[in-house]
């Protein structure tokens, strides 16, 4: 089982590090990919900042996570994409935003594989 936890893991951490330098290279293509128009002025700095961080960081920290003695790497990126699972729904829930389903079981898929790989690598070492 560790060793699907595993695979999963290193195809999430490079797929979100792709996303973020995609951010930085490609902003207009991957506001597209999530729905969104390419903002302008300082929005767009901030939506090209915040969103090419928010998947690096998470990117990086999943594929740290995966060395030995450093599983509770793993809890951050975790963290971060079930804090945006919540952040969507409650962005449905009071504000009027559309109920993003598939990006919701994403981020809940992609934070419990990571909680399980962690509570995995801690009983391994």
């Keep these: 089982?560790?060793?699907?936890l595993r695979i999963a893991t290193v195809v999430f951490g490079v797929v979100f590090t792709i996303l973020g330098v995609r951010w930085l290279i490609?902003?207009?293509?991957?506001?597209?990919?999530?729905?969104?128009p390419l903002l302008d002025g300082a929005a767009r700095s901030?939506?090209?900042g915040d969103l090419s961080t928010f998947f690096l960081?998470?990117?990086?920290?999943?594929?740290?996570?995966l060395r030995a003695g450093h599983a509770r790497l793993l809890y951050v990126p975790a963290a971060l994409v079930g804090g945006a699972?919540?952040?969507?729904?409650?962005a449905w829930v009071f504000h009027g935003?559309?109920?993003?389903a598939l990006?919701?079981?994403?981020?809940?898929v992609v934070g419990g594989v990571l909680v399980a790989t962690a509570r995995e690598l801690d009983e391994g070492w």
């Design 103 to 108: 990006f919701i079981v994403v981020e809940l």
């Design 26 to 36: 490609y902003p207009l293509e991957s506001a597209e990919q999530l729905g969104m």
């Design 97 to 100: 935003a559309d109920f993003a």
């Design 57 to 65: 960081v998470a990117g990086v920290t999943m594929l740290l996570g």
């Design 1 to 4: 089982m560790l060793r699907y």
């Design 85 to 90: 699972a919540i952040a969507r729904t409650i």
């Design 46 to 48: 901030t939506q090209i």
